[in-house]
């Protein structure tokens, strides 16, 4: 069994940036999507971002313009860099893979355990 490895969460203040990393410990044969999701207290889970295996990216609108996702295809692991961050951002973020162990394995939603991140006004 896969499991994906989160690093980078922690305290900051409003304004400043965090990088978020996420890596398989083991490998996979083929990724299709790599994202990020939070759950702030009492929300539901959202998605922050995601990346297609061809490059092509998806954002929340209230992240646009200050967070960056992007992978590693050969080490199958997704970033997040989190810049201008704001006390909103504060949430529980979970990285998410959907990817196959084999060629004839289907594909599985894989989630990491979560890091948190806490922006301070």
């Known amino acids: 069994q896969v499991q994906l490895v989160e690093s980078g969460g922690g305290l900051v203040q409003a304004g400043g940036s965090l990088r978020l990393s996420c890596a398989p410990s083991?490998?996979?044969?083929?990724?299709?999507?790599m994202g990020w999701y939070r759950q702030a207290p009492g929300k539901q889970r959202e998605l922050v971002a995601n990346?297609?295996?061809?490059?092509?990216?998806n954002y929340a609108d209230s992240v646009k313009g200050r967070f960056t996702i992007s992978r590693d295809n050969a080490k199958n692991t997704v970033y997040l860099q989190m810049n201008s961050l704001k006390p909103e951002d504060t949430a529980v973020y979970y990285c998410?893979?959907?990817?196959?162990?084999?060629?004839?394995?289907?594909?599985?939603?894989?989630w990491g355990q979560g890091t948190q991140v806490t922006v301070s006004s």
């Open positions: 990346i297609i295996s061809d490059g092509s990216t």
């Open positions: 998410n893979t959907i990817g196959k162990r084999s060629a004839t394995s289907p594909s599985y939603n894989y």
């Open positions: 083991g490998r996979f044969f083929s990724v299709n999507v």
